[in-house]
């Protein structure tokens, strides 16, 4: 199982991003798939997250209205747009996924490697 994110990078206040994760080596179609977020000395969180079978989705509360996650199963891909970006966003963010049963944000789930973002004037 791989997870790749992609597309951070330093934004202003009120700018927007779109984070990419690239997936292979498990059935796209069949899991849900999570972003989460960590800063330094802090736990990750969990940002948002959406299903694999109707494609419902999650947000934390810090972000609704803000965040839009969205996957293209075709391309084995999920995203996460970011729009009205305030510095309190800034974090190294993750995407997860779990084959196993345990629960998004497990430690027996996967995690990819990370993309920074950073919200500064």
């Known amino acids: 199982v791989q997870l790749q994110a992609s597309g951070g990078g330093l934004v202003q206040p009120g700018g927007s991003l779109r984070l990419s994760c690239a997936t292979s080596g498990f059935s796209f179609n069949y899991h849900a798939i999570g972003w989460f977020r960590q800063t330094p000395g802090k736990e990750r969180e969990g940002v948002s997250c959406?299903?694999?079978?109707?494609?419902?989705?999650r947000y934390a509360d810090s972000v609704k209205g803000r965040f839009t996650i969205s996957r293209d199963n075709a391309k084995n891909a999920v995203y996460l747009r970011m729009k009205s970006l305030k510095p309190e966003d800034t974090a190294v963010y993750y995407c997860?996924?779990?084959?196993?049963?345990?629960?998004?944000?497990?430690?027996?789930?996967?995690w990819g490697s990370g993309t920074q973002v950073t919200v500064s004037s």
């Open positions: 959406i299903s694999s079978s109707d494609g419902s989705t």
């Open positions: 997860n996924v779990d084959t196993r049963g345990a629960g998004l944000g497990t430690s027996e789930s996967y």
